[in-house]
């Protein structure tokens, strides 16, 4: 294995992270747009934000993370994504512009209808900022992104079936991962009401995200077939496991009270986004440029595995600190949902 | 330039920098109250905690709570940063991106580090041991450090690119620890970190000012006034000694970036300092002239040669020149203030123990805090017009380094309105939670630490994230 793959390595690591944890977020997001008006959506907006409160800032720090490594490792691979793909990264931004702020000041907003409104701005801009990432990685996946300065076509590069497709799954996605969390939340507030309730859209969401994922590979066929091939030969063992973790979350959710389902969903991800990594192998940009092409100096890829290395010796553990302390509740919001 | 379907190349470069300026010069302030803010809440909680200060440990409580929201912010602010890389500057960054990327990368886990403490120090007044709970603090401050290190070297190895090669074309050769430790790095790092200082301690110290003009003098507000104040007081001095080491090093480094700061159009000794006035072509007019002073400045003598901009062909001069002149003439004269402003605070409490009696220092220490501001942004006027046309100084021009994308004057005009929203939001917020403290101060007192039974109902139901 060469520098740059292990610093392709590296990235994939990042989106990994990102997608369990940053999508978990989107999620919550998502949820708390859903929960709907009256008591039991007030409380159910209370839990997302108390199960989120410490860590979402955290969580979205990979997103920074992934941008460097790219720019650092892979730094015409970056100029091609986002000149290219300058109209959805423009909105992704958006998004997470109006997410944080929303994030930032619905707690503070004392007056009611302020309040309202930052929650919708943060649930809304939950739902924009992983679709319109979801079309950028079908853009690239599909081959739309030629090397160079805004070379590829701005509009229809990302706005295709295939990038549609990747970007509704990855909105339900994000629901599925952040439902069967919430449940735990829900659990670990000591709300049972709201762990059913959650558990039950838990399930929907797997059934949507699981047809949306079928669909996806009927698309890809279509108009990805190197990562299609990919997919269904060398990715094939990790498709497979991931299709199984999924398939095991609604077994486990099918009761109340069950415990577990957590580990399978975020197995499920992990498994089909690094089955995604192999099936593109060794492209960085599939059939335009690979890892070995798009590999910065090689000074630079020491470093970033270095600096990679140094992270996972300080952040890890800085993570788990506040993981634990979340979990054990040393570290939380002012008030629990009641 | 404002036709943009006649000239879209051009027009690109005239969107993208200032979608970038405006970005940047938001950006700029919650990054400094992000890095120096966390030091203030830290003082103020050693304090309570060391002196059983329940004043104290009421503002580190409520500092924290804004510190919360003002990091939140500027995550955000940040983050859009760095889309802009891409977004406005792809040829840069994928040129670069392999030069400069890795202190980004250090950067990141200084960020994330900083993010993961913040969330631990926010989130746990009420259960953590109180001097758990104080240490857990201390990362932060570190690390807000580190990080203001990490991304002021990556403005400062534009302006004294090295450790790459070849300097045209594709780079092959990268030497991380020749671009990390560039040669501006020495006054450029401590030059910013200084100014998140200031800025944030003039700038707190200004809301209690204006507390007390309003007739709140408890020990509260004046404990809130002079622990800000003390730290700005100490780092204005530093700072006008560091920025004079600064430009004497961009005389002799960027001389056309430095003639362009003080309008000298011809190369010569004995140069006239101007303050203020308008630059041409031939000559400042108006403004206050002082005859040699400007040599003297650069070498401590007035025999001393300064480079003028007729040194360069026009298309590699800076351009604005006379706002670039204004700019750093405004900065100058601002810390000048700040240090009198200072010594005043220096003298009363030497005589006295006590913050000067009279209006006018609580009125001068009112619009300290935007006076700060405007100096930040002075000096990041000067130091990126005065390095155009380059992005690189001497290696890339900014017109090749823009996207080539269309579009950007839209997001620039959605930039702005969101960015106007956000700052009037977050103007707003901080004022409902200080109106909201004054309320609680009225009716009870908060208890910080203690177990959770013992917290007063109305702590939590004002909580701040």
Redesign the interface.
Known sequence: MSTADAVAGVLWTGVTAYAVFGGADFGAGFWSLAAGGGVHGRRARDLVDWAIGPVWEANHVWLIFVLVVLWTAFPTAFEAIFSTLFIPLSLAALGIVLRGAGFAFHKTARRLEGRGVAERLFGVSSLLTPFFLGTVVGAVASGRVPLGNAAGDPVTSWLNPLSLVVGALFVATSAYLAAVFLVSDARRAGVPDLEESFRVRALGAALVAGALAAAGLVVLHADARYVYDGLTHEGLPLVILSALCGLAVPWLLRRPGARGARAFAVAAVVAVIWGWGVAQYPYLLPEVLTVADGGGASATLTSVLIVFGVAVVLVVPSIALLFTLTQRSLVEEGERPL | MWLPDALPLASNLEAARSQMAFTLGFHIVLASLGVAFPAMMLVANYRGLRHDDADALLLARRWSKVVA?T???G??????L??E???LW??F???????F??L??????F???E??????YI??W???APWTHFWAGVPIVITGLGGAFSVVAVNSWMNQPQG?SPTSGD??????LKVIFNPAVPYEVPHMILAAYLVTGFLVASVYAVGMLRGRRDRYHRLGLLIPLTIAAIATPIQFAVGDTAARAIAKDQPVKFAGMECVQQTATHVTEYIYGRCTSSGVKGGIGIPGFDSFLVGFSTDTQVTGLDSVPPDDRPPDNTMLHWAFDTMVGICTALIALGLWLGFAWWRRRDIPQTPWFLRVTAVSGVAAVVALEAGWIVTEVGRQPWIVNDVMRTEDAV?????IWV?FG?VVA?YVA?GV??VA?LR??SR?WRAADESETEVPYGPPDAVPAG???G???
């Open positions: 929201v990091f939140a912010v995550a955000v602010t940040g983050t859009v760095s889309f890389f891409g977004l792809p040829a960054t994928g040129r670069f991106g392999e030069v990327g890795v980004f990368a250090i950067e990141g886990i960020f994330f580090l993010a993961i403490f913040v969330a631990i989130f746990g009420r259960r953590l790459f780079v092959t050769k990268v030497q991380p996207t080539k994308a269309d579009g997001t959605l969101l956000l939001t977050l917020t409902a939670m909201r702590v939590s139901a909580g701040a994230p």
